[in-house]
């Protein structure tokens, strides 16, 4: 094997194993609807654990939704599709899941079609193209990479505010903890939260909860610095970790946070709600803490504070502040 082929032969690899770690269900089915591959998250829902390749994979759905993914596949020549399906699952029932499909069509001539179980529309795109590249052994590797690279962002992404993900927040911050503790440098935490944030999706719908969520990132973005980190830490929860950052300074940043969350409404269509959010702040420099996960659960704790105190404000760590907020 030459160390061209060889390269690429690594990169479809990996490309794959990208795919097989992927949050949503893929499979990739031919012109007959046979299954030549499906990711693990696919096979653990709907085969136990087991391969589905060589199977047909209309013989997975109930007869109702055959006959839609039938009357389906002649339009699939012109792009893509989305449908809701009947799926069998292992214990024998049937559970109803929203599926993307997409032609695939190969260099070599071949058509095939992929399927993706309750995707977004912008991470659906990165996959198929990855599938595809890796399909067409003759593509340009750069152009491989690139699908790949994407990828990999995807992975340590949260896709509805594009901040990072609880797991790789959690992979920087132990980082910079071990960083401040060789330097003796000060590391600042904030963790905030939006306040009444089920009230706003109970009276608006999730749609609307959602576009808080981005527009409150895109207001965050705007007053913070290039050097802080932020993420989403779970639910309508983002954290802050500021490296080399005092208190007094990281106080600073707390409240210009809160602050360009309740400047003015956020509204979509005819959708307007006035939000306003609390935090916790909680640094290295105001006490002593043995771990990362402490100086976390100290802002968490001047978080639950805050939010006793009647929301919309910040409040430093105290030993004295009440159990966490959650």
């Known amino acids: 094997m030459t160390d061209t082929l060889r390269v690429q032969a690594d990169q479809e690899t990996k490309a794959f194993l990208v795919l097989e770690q992927y949050p949503d269900a893929v499979v990739l089915l031919d012109n007959n609807w046979t299954i030549v591959y499906a990711n693990f998250l696919f096979r653990q829902k709907f085969c136990a654990g087991e391969s589905p390749i060589g199977t047909n994979y209309l013989s997975w759905l109930d007869e109702a939704s055959v006959s ?3 009357a389906l596949k002649p339009k699939l020549t012109n792009g893509a599709e989305h449908v809701e399906l009947s799926h069998r699952v292992p214990d024998g029932s049937t559970v109803a899941f929203q599926y993307f499909f997409y032609p695939l069509p190969t ?27 890796s399909l067409e052994l003759d593509k340009n590797n750069k152009q491989l990479q690139e699908a790949q690279a ?12 594009q901040l990072y993900n609880r797991h790789y927040f959690f992979k920087v911050a132990q980082h910079f903890w071990e960083e401040s503790r060789r330097y003796k440098l000060p590391l600042t935490l904030v963790m905030m939260d939006i306040d009444n944030f089920k009230t706003i999706n109970d009276t608006h719908g999730h749609l609307f909860g959602d576009h808080v969520l981005k527009n409150v990132t895109f207001r ?3 007053g913070t610095r290039k050097s802080d980190i932020l993420a989403r830490f779970g639910g309508e929860e983002i954290v802050l970790l500021a490296p080399n950052t005092d208190f ?28 306003t959010a609390s935090a916790g702040i909680s640094c290295t420099d105001s006490a002593e803490f043995e771990s990362f996960e402490a100086l976390l659960d100290s802002s968490d704790r001047a978080l639950y504070a805050a939010k006793q105190a009647g929301k919309n404000c910040v409040r430093p760590y105290s030993v004295l502040a009440a159990k966490p907020y959650r």
Do not use: W
């Not at 260099?107 to 198929?128: C, F």
């Not at 994407?150 to 505010?161: C, V």
């Not at 300074?249 to 005819?270: C, D, K, Q, S």
């Open 220 to 222: 965050l973005r705007k």
């Open 107 to 133: 260099g070599a001539g071949d058509h095939y079609i992929a399927g993706i179980s309750r995707g977004t529309s912008n991470s659906l795109g990165t996959v198929l193209e990855v599938m595809q590249l």
């Open 150 to 161: 994407k990828l990999e962002l995807l992975a340590i992404t949260d896709q509805i505010t």
């Open 68 to 70: 839609i993914i039938q």
């Open 248 to 275: 007094q300074t990281g106080v600073v940043l707390a409240e210009r946070m809160i602050l360009a969350i309740g400047t003015e409404p956020f509204t979509m269509g005819n959708c307007s709600a006035a939000v």
